[in-house]
Antibody
Framework: EVQLVQSGAEVKRTGESLKISCKNSGNSFTHYWFGWVRQLPGRGLEWMGI????????RYRPSFQGQVTISADKSISTAYLQWSSLKASDTAIYYC????????????WGQGTLVTVSS | QSALTQPASVSGSPGQSITISCTGTSSDVGAYNYVSWYQQHPGKAPKLIIYDVNNRPSGVSSRFSGSKSGNTASLTISGLQAEDEADYYC???????????FGSGTEVTVL
């Protein structure tokens, strides 16, 4: 069974960089797709992008391409979402979720990471 | 890549049935039988309740069912219970960048 544990809440200033994590404490890290989902305060879910942990093949929603970087480190079974220069509009809860290759749904979710960006 | 269209809110009395629609395009909902539905209670992570249009994961109540016709998918909750009060989101695989798109979300209220 996949268990996803995300890193803790972050408070940052605009222009700072940030990398949040999603650790798979189950087994077979490389056998999953890891997706990232944004939820702005009081708003709905937005698909950001996805990475296949086995090969690091990555796909981004067009509106997030170039705004964030999704990566994975197989040696520690962890997927990442990072920003090089945060904006106030990046303030949101970020969820990671997994899918098995060949399936098209996300059945395991992390608890979410709250990112607060202020000027 | 716009969000799939869902009604903002749906309400019903305990025991009633409600249906939430999810309208997309021929590039997402209409293109594949890869529509899933997620339930999100306040302050909690989303939970998968329907996958591949009409399949329920183990442990999900049979009161939840899904269907699809053309570019519109639907989630039906029968025998509405107080615990069903939550936000519900549809999601579809899309031909755009081999990615996914969520619906705008529907708040379900149990009267």
């Amino acid at each position: 069974e996949v268990q996803l544990v995300q890193s803790g809440a972050e408070v940052k200033r605009t222009g700072e960089s940030l990398k949040i994590s999603c650790k798979n404490s189950g087994n077979s890290f490389t056998h999953y797709w890891f997706g990232w989902v944004r939820q702005l305060p009081g708003r709905g879910l937005e698909w950001m992008g996805i990475i296949y942990a086995g090969t690091s093949e990555t796909r981004y929603r067009p509106s997030f391409q170039g705004q964030v970087t999704i990566s994975a480190d197989k040696s520690i079974s962890t997927a990442y979402l990072q920003w090089s220069s945060l904006k106030a509009s990046d303030t949101a809860i970020y969820y990671c979720a997994t899918a098995v290759p060949g399936t098209y749904y996300f059945d395991s979710w992390g608890q979410g990471t709250l990112v607060t960006v202020s000027s | 890549q716009s969000a799939l269209t869902q009604p903002a809110s749906v309400s019903g009395s305990p025991g009633q049935s409600i249906t939430i629609s999810c309208t997309g395009t021929s590039s997402d909902v209409g293109a594949y039988n890869y529509v899933s539905w997620y339930q999100q209670h306040p302050g909690k992570a989303p939970k998968l309740i329907i996958y591949d249009v009409n399949n329920r994961p183990s442990g999900v109540s049979s009161r939840f069912s899904g269907s699809k016709s053309g570019n519109t998918a639907s989630l039906t909750i029968s025998g509405l219970q107080a615990e069903d009060e939550a936000d519900y989101y549809c999601n579809s695989y899309t031909t755009s960048s081999g990615s996914y798109v969520f619906g705008s979300g529907t708040e379900v209220t149990v009267l």
